[in-house]
């Protein structure tokens, strides 16, 4: 099976606009998670989709946004970017049912650079 | 809200040798899910292991088995025969059910030659 894909790996935008990513889970997995990597704060979460639905979200402002559509491929937007929001954005799904359900698998991330 | 730490920021281990990863969680639960993973310069996060809570076997997956101590809160990893692609950041985690994967700060294992 393929992995967790995301687009674009690397972006760079400036102060104000906007950034759209995606992410692809892996084929049968329903539910998306995405987590912000940066130095200071490490790891953080900020919202999963299962089935279309946001079923858990983060300590994150209302810029930052998110859903999943019906093929469960999932986009995060961010709305005036600040320099902060300079991070690695990861993706990652998980298994629909059974065993392994709580286990999350990562995609390579999307590396976005705010100036 | 769960916690997991880790305290050491850095370790380093000469090759072929064994090496342990510490790192603690706090919760108030107790079915839950524990993990490490690794993440390489190329910063793709890849799975290492994996913990039910509910089992008492500690988890091994090769040369990487964990030391699980419920009671304690504890879940060291421990790398046998280390390797030059072991280096790497290794993150612990925390999860219970559905819920969002709680991480630690890392831990930066070099490996050297």
């Known amino acids: 099976k393929a992995g967790v894909t995301q687009t674009p790996r690397y972006l760079i935008k400036t102060r104000g606009q906007q950034v759209t990513l995606s992410c692809s889970p892996i084929?049968?997995?329903?539910?998306v998670s995405w987590y912000q990597q940066t130095p200071g704060q490490g790891l953080q979460f900020l919202f999963e989709?299962?089935?279309?639905?946001?079923?858990n979200k983060g300590n994150f402002p209302g810029r930052f946004s998110g859903r999943q559509f019906s093929n469960s491929r999932s986009e995060m937007n961010v709305s005036t970017l600040e320099l902060g929001d300079s991070a690695l954005y990861l993706c990652?799904?998980?298994?629909?049912?059974?065993?392994?359900?709580?286990?999350?698998?990562f995609g390579p991330g999307t590396r976005l650079t705010v100036l | 809200a769960q916690t997991v730490t880790q305290s050491q920021p850095e370790m380093s281990v000469q090759e072929a040798e064994t090496v342990t990863l510490s790192c603690t969680y706090d919760?108030?639960?107790?079915?839950?899910?524990l993990f490490w993973y690794k993440q390489p310069p190329s910063r793709q996060m890849i799975l290492v292991i994996r913990?039910?809570?509910?089992?008492?076997q500690n988890a091994t997956e090769n040369r990487f088995s964990v030391n699980f101590q419920k009671a304690a809160k504890s879940f060291s990893l421990k790398i046998s025969d280390s390797q030059l692609g072991d280096a790497a950041m290794y993150f612990c985690?925390?999860?219970?059910?559905?819920?969002?994967?709680?991480f630690g700060q890392g831990t930066r294992l070099t490996i050297n030659p």
């Open positions: 985690a925390y999860r219970r059910g559905a819920q969002k994967l709680v």
């Open positions: 084929s049968g997995h329903r539910s």
């Open positions: 913990q039910e809570a509910y089992k008492q």
């Open positions: 989709y299962f089935s279309e639905t946001q079923r």
């Open positions: 990652a799904s998980s298994p629909p049912t059974g065993g392994g359900t709580d286990t999350q698998y």
């Open positions: 919760t108030s639960e107790s079915d839950y899910y």
